[in-house]
């Protein structure tokens, strides 16, 4: 059973910055299976036991330690354990709620038909590709128990008006719960925004994809200044929300007069590829949520179980034979406190540079190049 460390570890001169990434690594750990999850229970129960003031008198008594904790690990006990007695709290038991919400059996995850209205997704990735030659969108979303979930497939680009549109009145008519927010991650398309601002407006919080935006960004850069554009990126985001923020302005600012298609590439994804830090997630789920990848795997997986030269009608085949094989989102967790989040605080960046009209998406486009430089 995964837990975080609760103990504030003061002691023996660590810093706050290294207690957090001890935490991280632990949780990750214990999420990676049974081995690992001895392995982090362990490391978590010696950083509670040593923040407590233990430490082993000899090397031997460290290893009769450790070992005892295995030992304890293996036998699952919810009560009077090693853990427990070091201030950690108890396994679950088998029959507790989280025990149960853990073992409960997987439920419909092809849902491109059904009704949407018992469906709580707080994360939906939105976006196309090509197969078969043939532009194909595609709507997935991650429940709260984890699942990832195919809410819609269908023929076409979002980089069409009347398919990014088609989409949100389908997921709608369907009854998609919407009404507490959602996170919506796109890879940027401009049409695709316009239509999320009218139809959902603030009720979605607009996520670009930062590895979409970063491709798109220095492939209008000169190939010399490649390297040092991306680094400049990813620096702003490893900062804080409002730090990365000016960052990227200035960055903005400075391509305008070196690579103005870079700069407008990224005027209008600066707010939205910094949503996600905005609502706090955690690792491991806030890599998932940071990227369009996810969506990317849908399409990919789908496509191995799809009939041979089946064309798009075939991948649509492929889409649930993938869903019974796949697994929970990793950091999953953390998608109840993304629902609350979201439920407490509903926002969408405000894409200024996104056109208002269909006219002006043709005419920004004839203006900046194709959308396909862009997005998807």
Known sequence: MARDLRSKVTQNG?????????????????????????????LNAAMTAQARGWSPTDEQGFVSTCYQWVQQGLKQSACDNSFENLGQPPHEAAGTPQAQKESAPRPPLDLRQASL?????????????????????????????GFRRVIEVKEGSVRERSVADGLLDGLKSRGLAITAGVLV?????????NSLQQKWGSLAHLSHCRTQLAQDVVAHVPEGRRDAVRADLEGAWSMP???????????ENRLKSEAPGASERLS???????????????????????????????????????????????????????????RRLFGWRGLELLAHRLAAEPRVPINKAAPETVEAVEGAAERLGSEDGFAE
């Open 14 to 42: 660590q810093g706050p910055g290294a207690q957090d990434l001890w935490r991280r690594g632990v949780t990750r750990l214990i999420d990676q299976g049974k081995l690992m999850w001895l392995l982090g229970e362990g």
């Open 268 to 326: 209008r994804s600066v707010e939205a590829s910094l949503t996600v830090s905005r609502l706090g997630i955690a690792s491991p789920l806030k890599e998932r949520l940071l990227t369009s990848g996810s969506l990317g795997m849908a399409f990919k997986e789908s496509l191995k179980f799809a009939p041979e030269n089946s064309g798009a009608e075939g991948f649509a085949l492929g889409v649930c034979p993938w869903l019974k094989q796949s």
């Open 241 to 251: 929300v409002e730090l990365g923020l000016e960052l990227l302005r200035d960055l």
């Open 117 to 145: 209205s018992n469906l709580l997704c707080p994360a939906l990735w939105i976006g196309s590709r090509t197969v078969s030659k043939t532009w194909m969108s595609m709507v997935l979303g991650a429940g709260i128990d």
């Open 185 to 193: 991650i796109t890879e940027g398309s401009r049409t695709l925004d």
